[in-house]
């Protein structure tokens, strides 16, 4: 019943805060002149997308932070409240730090009136730091240990220090991962607010999770539905990387959060995807200057093939809602 009450609390208050601040953020943005710049070697049809208010994530952030503000103030007046955990509290400054990242490469981009933010290595820098604080905080606080749940089975391998080697590459990949897949009307958005929507069930499995996991799942669901009534094609503003990068880290938090991170693989699986189509993309042309994709990352290729942009948002959810099912199944060793 209490998990129940934090799950439905969340959402509402998540999804009407990021709906009614991203509705205010765009005419202020549109007043600062913080439009998107598109790339030449981009679709030549997002042209007409050029200018369109950019950094919305930022409104899922400040939904965020009301949100954990408000819990943590129910917590203290009543235990039975109290959902922010120590966990909870790593995963969302997390995810924040990651927003912060995202928030100084897009205002670069502005400065700088192009899409090009932040060079790779300063971008990767700033990730692999938030994702070493993050294990590190884990660790200490006793959410964690070297113990990897290997999905389908109830089989846990202990890996020592190597799993902190994986943990730091899981935690930057997923994160570049969603950013690379917001390159479309709602794609970023659609496929996040379904994870938020696995989180949420799973948080009602007492060995997956508790008052925070249902208070994660709730908020991913809520600001995703709330930036997506203004984010769906045609969209009225992008969330750039600061909703991107910001959504990639809570993604992530969330499988750490459920003690069996490589599950992020299913149920992220189209992130995945997107992230491997760009790398055999830049790979095939450096070895056999061919290339396997029209155009990478892999949405631009359905594109390039004729797909609409809804109809290639609909078709990679139904494969997200489809994996999220999977992973709940592949989870059964933990339950």
């Not at 409240?81 to 969302?92: N, Y």
């Amino acid at each position: 019943m209490i998990k129940a009450v934090v799950l439905i609390s969340a959402f509402a208050l998540s999804f009407i805060c990021c709906m009614l601040l991203t509705r205010f953020l765009i005419p202020k943005l549109k007043s600062l002149k913080m439009g998107q710049k598109i790339l030449e070697i981009g679709p030549r049809w997002h042209k007409g997308k050029e200018g369109t208010p950019t950094m919305g994530g930022i409104a899922m952030i400040i939904s965020l932070c009301v949100l954990v503000v408000i819990a943590l103030a129910a917590g203290l007046v009543n235990e039975s409240f109290r959902s922010v955990t120590s966990r909870l509290a790593l995963v969302v400054g997390y995810a924040l730090l990651n927003g912060l990242t995202g928030i100084i490469d897009d205002r670069v981009k502005l400065l700088k009136k192009q899409n090009e933010g932040l060079k790779a290595w300063q971008k990767y820098g700033l990730q692999f730091v938030c994702a070493v604080l993050f294990v590190v905080g884990m660790r200490l606080t006793g959410n964690m240990d070297t113990t990897l749940h290997i999905p389908f089975t109830q089989i846990f391998v202990d890996l020592g220090f190597f799993y902190y080697i994986i943990a730091v590459l899981l935690l930057t990949g997923v994160v570049n991962a969603v950013n690379l897949t917001d390159g479309i009307d709602g794609l970023a958005a659609s496929n996040s607010l379904l994870v938020g929507v696995f989180f949420s069930v799973c948080a009602f499995s007492e060995k997956l999770g508790g008052n925070d996991t249902a208070l994660l799942g709730g908020a991913l669901t809520g600001v995703c539905g709330g930036f997506l009534i203004y984010n769906f094609y045609p969209a009225k503003i992008f969330m750039g990387d600061t909703g991107s990068l910001f959504l990639g880290g809570l993604i992530i938090g969330g499988a750490f959060m459920l003690n069996s991170p490589l599950t992020v693989i299913l149920f992220g699986l189209i992130f995945i995807i997107e992230t491997a189509s760009v790398i055999l993309q830049v790979a095939s042309f450096k070895l056999t200057k061919k290339r396997i994709f029209k155009m990478a990352p892999i949405h631009h290729h359905f594109e390039m093939c004729g797909w609409s942009e809804i109809k290639i948002v609909t078709v990679f959810s139904i494969v997200t809602a489809v994996m999220c099912i999977v992973s709940y199944f592949a989870l059964r060793g933990i339950m």
